[in-house]
């Protein structure tokens, strides 16, 4: 029986001892959505679910609070996500390799077909310990730009040597 149950040990810790990057994060995308929320209404005709109050919402590695989310909907799926506080968090694991993503502002506007994330008022996004802020932060995560408006404040961490 301890034979047969070592055999898979060798493979198994082959299998975990591959680099960081040769595995990748499941899409979040195919995930389900969940959402907390103190109050919901829908209007099925505008394709608009909006959610009131102490707001958590997690799609995979996805989290955003907020005091208030707005998603619309239609035949193709979720199509945008509007999420207003005071301010609200957003934070995803965007690849292994470089950890999560946070990004916060008073609207946070999530457009599902684009991968855009739109920060604004008291905008703020940080990446690896680098941080950037401004009235405006347009993240397109697939492209792993940002562009940012108005007065903008930038931290850049120094690239760190890689140990051996």
Wanted: hydrophobic letters at 40%.
């Amino acid at each position: 029986m301890i034979l047969k149950q070592n055999k898979w040990v060798l493979p198994l810790l082959a299998i975990l001892s591959l680099p960081t990057l040769s595995w990748a994060l499941p899409e979040d995308s195919q995930q389900e959505i969940q959402i907390s929320s103190d109050s919901a209404s829908l209007d099925k005709i505008q394709g608009l679910i909006i959610y009131t109050g102490n707001v958590k919402m997690t799609q995979g590695t996805l989290n955003i609070q907020a005091d208030k989310i707005i998603l619309t909907r239609n035949n193709d799926g979720l199509q945008k996500v509007k999420a207003l506080g005071n301010p609200a968090h957003y934070e995803q694991v965007i690849s292994l390799q470089e950890g999560k993503t946070q990004a916060s502002g008073n609207t946070i506007i999530y457009h599902a077909a684009s991968e855009e994330l739109v920060l604004i008022d008291n905008a703020a996004l940080e990446k690896q310990g680098n941080l950037f802020s401004g009235e405006k932060i347009v993240y397109l995560i697939n492209e792993q730009r940002i562009k940012a408006d108005s007065r903008v404040h930038m931290v850049i961490q120094p690239k760190q040597e890689q140990e051996q």
